[in-house]
């Protein structure tokens, strides 16, 4: 079965890795890229987007889109994690190609609505281009097949506050819309992508078979994965944004939870994903107000770390 997606994305080192799968991998048909600021601002987000699949050979339609939260102020780039230029700093080829003509949020309700029941959304960054598509059109939720989310933790704890996990801490509000709006949906947050690692002997064997693109995604991994040696004591990274594909082509490796999330939009919680698991009674309702939604729980790390390997080697 191939798998027609849009890539809404913010790329960011790991997001280059998700990239490159989904430009690669032949059960995916990648429809296009929708740009997001989160770990570069919106525009570097949308040249890096071009790059990569130019350096794949591929002409991908890229639609920009939010520049900041719906809300809230933003906060800086974390160019200590990805670099200022989003891809650790090391020196990249130009860009040929350019934007689409249209915002990120028509983009997708355009081609959602061009194939409905068909197109899986994969979102791996913050999602207020997501939530403008909604408020643009709101039928998309009856006609999108799956939204998939790298976002959010049920029980990990959080990687930017002790609760909060990045892409939903930046965008909150946005998230509390995306994630309630009654589609059907996938969380695959830090409770997985925590477990999983790309080590220095996985990106040797991508590097060797991604040509001119393995070439950016090795020179990249380096300041990343010294990130999480100094952040996590791990030897090697976390590819976050790829579970999210591993998760719509290998579900088999993870296990999930049906229920309802709510997201705290202010506070000290703010970005946390709260989880009441379906048919649980609490001592009031309004956690399980919410449509209901899959969340990831549990993964092989292992196999989902060498399958990202397999897949681009
Ligand atoms: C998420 O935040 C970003 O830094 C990564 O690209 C990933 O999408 C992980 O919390
Ligand atoms: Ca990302």
Same mark, same amino acid.
């Given at each position: 079965?191939?798998?027609?997606?849009?890539?809404?994305?913010?790329?960011?080192?790991?997001?280059?890795?998700?990239?490159?799968?989904?430009?690669?991998?032949?059960?995916?048909?990648?429809?296009?890229?929708?740009?997001?600021?989160?770990?570069?601002?919106?525009?570097?987000?949308?040249?890096?987007?071009?790059?990569?699949?130019?350096?794949?050979?591929?002409?991908?339609?890229?639609?920009?889109?939010?520049?900041?939260?719906?809300?809230?102020?933003?906060?800086?780039?974390?160019?200590?994690?990805?670099?200022?230029?989003?891809?650790?700093?090391?020196?990249?080829?130009?860009?040929?190609?350019?934007?689409?003509?249209?915002?990120?949020?028509?983009?997708?309700?355009?081609?959602?609505?061009?194939?409905?029941?068909?197109?899986?959304?994969?979102?791996?960054?913050?999602?207020?281009?997501?939530?403008?598509?909604?408020?643009?059109?709101?039928?998309?939720?009856?006609?999108?097949?799956?939204?998939?989310?790298?976002?959010?933790?049920?029980?990990?704890?959080?990687?930017?506050?002790?609760?909060?996990?990045?892409?939903?801490?930046?965008?909150?509000?946005?998230?509390?819309?995306?994630?309630? @709006?009654?589609?059907? *949906?996938?969380?695959?947050? =830090?409770?997985? &992508?925590? $477990?999983?690692? %790309? !080590?220095? #002997?996985?990106?040797?064997?991508?590097?060797?078979?991604?040509?001119?693109?393995?070439?950016?995604?090795?020179?990249?991994?380096?300041?990343?994965?010294?990130?999480?040696?100094?952040?996590?004591?791990?030897?090697?990274?976390?590819?976050?944004?790829?579970? @999210?594909?591993?998760? *719509?082509?290998?579900?088999? =490796?993870?296990? &999930?939870? $049906?229920?309802? %999330? !709510?997201? #705290?939009?202010?506070?000290?919680?703010?970005?946390?994903?709260?989880?009441?698991?379906?048919?649980?009674?609490?001592?009031?309702?309004?956690?399980?107000?919410?449509?209901?939604?899959?969340?990831?729980?549990?993964?092989?790390?292992?196999?989902?770390?060498?399958?990202?390997?397999?897949?681009?080697?």
């Amino acid at each position: 079965m191939t798998h027609p997606i849009i890539f809404d994305t913010d790329p960011g080192i790991d997001d280059a890795q998700a990239i490159a799968i989904a430009l690669r991998h032949p059960e995916i048909e990648l429809l296009g890229m929708t740009t997001t600021y989160g770990n570069v601002d919106v525009e570097t987000a949308t040249h890096n987007a071009l790059l990569l699949a130019e350096l794949a050979g591929q002409r991908i339609p890229v639609a920009q889109g939010a520049a900041q939260p719906m809300v809230k102020e933003r906060h800086p780039p974390p160019a200590h994690i990805h670099g200022a230029n989003g891809l650790g700093d090391i020196a990249l080829p130009p860009v040929q190609g350019r934007a689409e003509g249209v915002s990120a949020a028509q983009f997708i309700v355009d081609t959602v609505n061009a194939r409905p029941g068909e197109v899986t959304l994969v979102a791996v960054g913050p999602v207020g281009n997501l939530a403008a598509a909604l408020q643009l059109d709101p039928g998309i939720i009856d006609r999108v097949k799956r939204v998939v989310i790298m976002g959010g933790s049920i029980r990990e704890g959080g990687n930017v506050s002790p609760v909060a996990e990045a892409n939903m801490f930046n965008d909150p509000d946005a998230a509390a819309r995306v994630l309630t @709006a009654g589609w059907p *949906l996938t969380l695959v947050g =830090l409770d997985v &992508t925590h $477990r999983c690692v %790309l !080590t220095d #002997a996985h990106m040797a064997r991508i590097e060797a078979g991604q040509g001119a693109l393995g070439q950016v995604l090795a020179g990249s991994f380096g300041f990343y994965r010294d990130f999480y040696r100094e952040a996590l004591g791990i030897d090697g990274c976390c590819p976050h944004d790829s579970c @999210a594909l591993a998760w *719509l082509l290998r579900p088999e =490796l993870f296990t &999930t939870a $049906r229920g309802h %999330l !709510t997201v #705290a939009t202010e506070g000290d919680a703010e970005g946390q994903t709260i989880f009441a698991p379906e048919g649980r009674g609490f001592i009031e309702a309004r956690w399980s107000r919410t449509p209901l939604v899959d969340v990831c729980l549990g993964v092989d790390g292992a196999a989902v770390s060498d399958w990202i390997a397999d897949t681009l080697a």
